[in-house]
């Protein structure tokens, strides 16, 4: 069932959009100023997706992130001060530094299962799954990955288990039309990834990615059907990254006009737009929530540059529980 | 005290952890109703039920993740690999997920799950069904990694894997299913990483785990006769390692045989030296002495023979080193 989405759940999307892509863009610069220790595969311009995603899930629900998907994570409420320490590589972070971008975790917001291998964060998040129905619970997983991954045996292996024991789980998939420098038609055999779904019997539903709130009500309608005991659902998202596929990758496998085009469709003009009709919000309100997020991130950079980087024996420990 | 194989020491150690901790399911392929390829979980359906004795489809890097998904969130699955050779399949979730999960996040979570794996030669089985890859697990930090030698140590040993807050891989020799061995009524857990002397000895430390400690025993009976009193070290657990064990048996016999199942490069038996030669090499009065498989994958039927170590094989490594 549709979602009423009321002013206050419009404008915390809004803000969240707003915070999804000044953080991206705040990565992207430390990054090139050479101020993190690692990689960053930048979601710009496909932040809808994942914020409404991760904004649609509870509190109790589970997010399993992949490797570009700091919106959802943020939006499923993500410590942005311990998120920004772990790029940083700081030990304050969440994965005391060690982590980095890609293995972010954070068990007090459900998040959990994040990794650098493409496609194994499916089994993590179908055997949450199996954890939250062996228990009896209402809670759903939602797992956040892009097409790319879609061509992995074990995303195969993992649809035919949801369906068949009927778990709590979307795919949710972010379909920004490259696997790393490939375009989506050169490696997926089929126009839309989400007709993969029909060979499991799940529902594979297409949605606006650069479109938050239709994303967020598709999102929503899997969630009842995963609540109300009837399984998974897949859902493609699509959308487009205006990076490249890590920060410093020139992108020289796709023509400027391709990328002009997309901009067009980028889903924060567009939402604003939506809302300031709606009347929901005006000039003063998004420079108020723009100096927020600015605050906010700025904030959490401090943080992070403040703390500590881990020392030797700090990052000896937890090999073993 | 009763006599149990190895076999239902296994099953009843699943039982009875099953019974009592709600959050330990076994999940696997023909794990259910059927109970098992090997039987190894003969009566668990239908004492538990399906969530609990999940059977799978062939799927086994998909349910190898989800056990380690269901960890992450406090179950603690038991995935049974019906033959060893098939984990290759589901190497990725199993070393680079389950194992590396607590380190890589900073130590925010725990993943209690235990692989049981059915290893090993015996069966004329050929290359995809006969295999002993434990050096493979070993070698993979956030693993630990089980061997034992007979019913008293599996019961005891799975028991603890169970309530370990680590992913523990556990080999079961399929050559070991059918052997007894006296096993107490009352409970009863062995604790990883303690060795076991298996049989007292003066003259050389054979060193062991598995199916091999079997045959390392009937080698050293055999010696005795030619008045070698060899000393049998089970290791009942690779990762982590009882050092202490292995040292001193070799700080007081001065001579050391390791027997395993698997080609030499890169094996357990390599290991084992080397520790040897860094703690206790002013010890050793004769250079030791790796007995292990063939480097070849393995031929099928009575061909595996020339392949495996046998016991003239570990009796002759013995005199070797002896001589
Ligand atoms: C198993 C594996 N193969 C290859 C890679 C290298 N790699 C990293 S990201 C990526 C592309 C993934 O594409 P997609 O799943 O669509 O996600 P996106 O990067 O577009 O968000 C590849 C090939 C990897 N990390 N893991």
Redesign the pocket.
Known sequence: MARELTKEKLLELYRLLVLAREYELLLSDVSKQGKLPGWI?S?LGQEAAGVAAGACLERDDYLVP???TRPSQIAKGMDLKLLTAEIYGKVTGLSKGRGGEMHICDPGCRILGSG?????VVPIALGIAYAIKYRGGKEVVLCD??????N?GVFHESMNMAALWRLPLIFFC???Q???FTRVDHHISVKDVATRASAYGIPGTIVDGNHVTATYQAVAEAMDRARAGDGPTFIEAVTY?WSG?FEGDPAKYRSPEEVEEWKKRDAIPRFRDELVHKGILNDDLVREIEASVKRQIEEAVRFAEQSPLPTMAQTLTDVYA | MAEMNFRWAITYAMQEEMERDENVFLIGEDVGKPGGAFGMSRGLFDRFGEWRVRDTPISEEAFMGLAAGAALVGLRPIVEIMFMDFIMVAM?PLCNQAAKFRYAYGGAVKVPMVVRALYGAGWGAAAHHSQSLEAWFVHCPGLKVVAPSGAYDAKGLLKASIRDDNPVVFLEHKLLLPVKEEVPEQEYLVPLGRAAIKREGSDVSIVAWGWQVQEALRAAAQLAEEGIQAEVVDLRSLSPLDEETILNSVRKTGRLVVVQEAPAPCGFASEVICLVSEKAMEYLDAPPKRVTAFFAPMPSGPLEKYIIPQQDDIISGVQEVCR
């Open positions: 595969h979601a992949a490797h570009r650098g291998i493409v496609g194994q990955f892009g097409e790319g991954a879609t992995t972010e379909n920004n490259y696997a790393e990254r596929h | 990725e």
